[in-house]
């Protein structure tokens, strides 16, 4: 997204994930206009440096389910960011919390669904 | 009254058999499978293993017909979002969850979990309880009635020692509900005069703090006078 020319900002608790980033690209991230902040989502004093307040859009995809939907539901309900989507893994979970309106992707879901339609795409034993 | 314990870590463990003794009915959900074998060892059936935070794992656990959930594990987020699942999927009447790290508190506040319990805070305030120095210990904070009840202790250069309650000109929304003296209580009339070593109790409405540490603290430039 940063090469469409959005402003894209990271925030995250390990500062040498800012390497990850870098990797393929021939400037270093913030000479391409991105930004990079280490903390963890639930303080606030990081969400605020990693500039949540101007924010158009905020993804939650930290390794731990709970995290993104607590973090997501501080960046809709407190900061009001008007596009929030998590990452949740747990099936049921990011069901229910879509009911409650918010917007999560679930990669397990995904998985599930491209499983079982490569499973269907193959022919039965027997079948030439 | 049956009771559903999240996190069976030294919190979950005593509760659980506090709750007991009190022939309460009561499951305790524990995700490690280590501690859970501790634990079953003592509270038998009364614990199950696996992830509360995993919608089957509560509904295993009879979450449907739950008087009571209570989150106590170390996790922050876990506790925020077991009491939201409970009250707002499984519409459970009463949740607690404890807070591990104060400054989650704000967090545990927006999505409506309440009430929840600190320790650092409940050591902050017995600290104030047995630190003088603060002169003032908040007794009761009743966020919702938007009211408050607060102790302070007349030291010797406290500027209403001595001095007729009915004369003192207690802030608006402040009211001076007990004296204790010598281990006893009463409440004051118009005519009480106060004593140093008097403990006072008033009920104020939340930040009038500072009138009444202003009135009944010590006369300017009395300072920490031996006398």
New interface residues.
């Given amino acids: 997204m940063l090469s469409e020319g959005h402003e894209v900002s990271c925030l995250d608790e390990d500062p040498e994930s800012h390497a990850r980033l870098e990797v393929g690209l021939d400037k270093g991230w913030e000479d391409l206009g991105g930004r990079f902040t280490v903390g963890t989502g ?3 004093d990081a969400l605020l440096a990693a500039g949540i307040e101007g924010a158009d859009a905020f993804i939650a995809a930290t390794n ?4 993104n ?2 973090i997501a ?2 960046a809709q ?2 900061y009001e960011v008007p596009t929030v989507i998590a990452r949740i893994l ?1 099936p ?2 990011a069901e ?1 919390y879509r009911h ?1 309106g918010l917007h999560t992707i679930c990669p397990t879901r995904v998985a599930i669904d491209m499983l079982e339609s490569a499973v269907r795409e193959g022919a039965p034993r027997g079948v030439a | 009254m049956y009771i559903i314990v999240v996190g069976a870590g030294k919190v979950g463990w005593n509760l659980a058999r506090e709750l007991l003794d009190k022939s309460h009915e009561v499951t305790v959900i524990e995700s490690n499978r280590r501690r859970y074998l501790t634990v079953e060892q003592e509270l038998e059936h009364n614990v199950t293993y696996g992830d509360a935070s995993e919608l089957w794992v509560l509904e295993r656990a009879g979450i449907q017909r739950a008087d009571m959930v209570i989150a106590v594990t170390g996790d922050d987020e876990d506790n925020m979002l077991i009491c939201q699942v409970a009250r707002e999927k499984y519409e459970v009447e009463r949740i607690i969850a404890r807070i591990n790290n104060p400054r989650n508190r704000p967090h545990f506040d927006l999505l409506g979990i309440k009430p929840s319990v600190s320790a650092t805070d409940l050591i902050l305030r017995l600290l104030e309880h047995e630190v003088p120095e603060y002169g003032l210990v908040h007794l009761l904070n009743l966020q919702e009635e938007q009211l408050e009840i607060i102790e302070m202790l007349l030291g010797k250069d406290s500027r209403v020692t001595g001095r007729r309650v009915g004369d003192l000109s207690m802030p608006e929304g402040s009211l001076l509900i007990s004296v204790l003296r010598e281990g006893k209580g009463f409440v004051p009339n118009a005519d009480t005069v106060l004593e140093v070593g008097d403990e006072v109790l008033a009920v104020l409405d939340p930040g009038r703090e500072d009138d009444l540490k202003e009135l009944f603290g010590p006369a300017a430039g009395g300072g920490n006078g031996t006398g």
């Fill in positions: 639930l303080e606030t731990g389910d709970n995290t939907i607590v539901q501080i309900r407190r747990d049921l979970r229910w409650q």
